[in-house]
């Protein structure tokens, strides 16, 4: 397995969780990686991305002030901390690593490795 997600649950809405998404890969440094999620009965959908180095990162608006990623290149994993969560926020989330040399972060064709996912269930 070469990414490995984990951290979901149930929680309330108002509620936090942080994803962790383990790489067993080499080079995990050299890669921007992203979050992906999708809900039932609807198309993934990006959430966020971290440039290799952790220095940029990127949003959809739908997250944008609530939900953080960050790496730890250290480690080899990227995380994704969810705050003041939603009901719309339910779905399973995937990490995902970037293509080399994809201009774009926020579409899932620019990403080649994927994790299994781990699902997320926020209760109003």
């Known amino acids: 397995v070469q990414l490995q997600a984990c951290g979901g649950g149930l929680v309330q809405a108002g509620g936090s969780l942080r994803l962790s998404c383990a790489a067993s890969?080499?080079?995990?440094?050299?890669?921007?990686m992203g979050w992906f999620r999708q809900a039932p009965g609807k198309e993934r959908e990006f959430v966020a991305a971290i440039s290799s180095s952790g220095g940029n990162t990127y949003y959809a608006d739908s997250v944008k002030g609530r939900f953080t990623i960050s790496r730890d290149n250290a480690k080899n994993t990227v995380y994704l901390q969810l705050n003041s969560l939603k009901p719309e926020d339910t779905g399973v989330y995937y990490c995902a690593r970037r293509r080399t040399g994809t201009a774009t972060y926020y579409q899932g064709p620019s990403y080649d490795i994927w994790g299994q996912g781990t699902q997320v269930t926020v209760s109003s």
């Open positions: 890969l080499r080079t995990f440094s050299s890669y921007t």
